[in-house]
């Protein structure tokens, strides 16, 4: 009876790491295959960009801006590539981005430039506290009269 039971049980064992190294190996094709099939998305390289074949089209934009953009183009989901010509003075950002990303990048860069517009609109903190600052110096200081009266007792 117990030599059946420790038969069961090393049976049992073996059938498991069998089905454990069989998850395994099936893990690891699942992984292959959907490694292979990844495409990058949002700020990449221009030479992984160009590898999709998607067709590419590209645009100016300012030195100021860009870290502005990229939080817009990850909203709207657009894949680019930003590269710098050093060849201009002063140099030049260009955004690359597909071609079939087009609508996208126009509404991304419609909320962008609103956004830089709305900036430009509001005040400076900085130059409000200062002009506050200014306005408090010119204040006339309080004159404090020590006069002691003596009364009559």
Not at 23 to 34: E, G, S
Not at 51 to 78: C, D, L, M
């Amino acid at each position: 009876m117990q030599e059946e039971v420790e038969n069961k049980t090393i049976n049992l064992a073996i059938s498991t790491t069998k089905l454990t190294a069989r998850t395994v190996i099936n893990a690891v094709r699942a992984y292959l295959q959907n490694r292979n099939r990844h495409v990058p998305q949002g700020k990449q390289s221009i030479k992984k960009l160009v590898g999709q074949n998607k067709g590419v089209t590209n645009i100016e934009i300012e030195k100021t801006g860009i870290r502005g953009f990229e939080r817009y183009a990850k909203k709207y989901g657009i894949d680019f590539a930003i590269t710098k010509d050093k060849s201009a003075i002063p140099p030049k950002y260009m955004v690359f981005f597909k071609a079939q990303d087009s609508d996208a990048l126009t509404a991304a860069f419609q909320e962008y430039s609103a956004s830089v517009l709305q900036k430009g609109k509001k005040p400076s903190v900085l130059a409000q506290l200062h002009n506050l600052i200014q306005q408090v110096s010119e204040l006339p200081g309080k004159v404090r009269e020590k006069k002691q009266e003596h009364g009559d007792r």
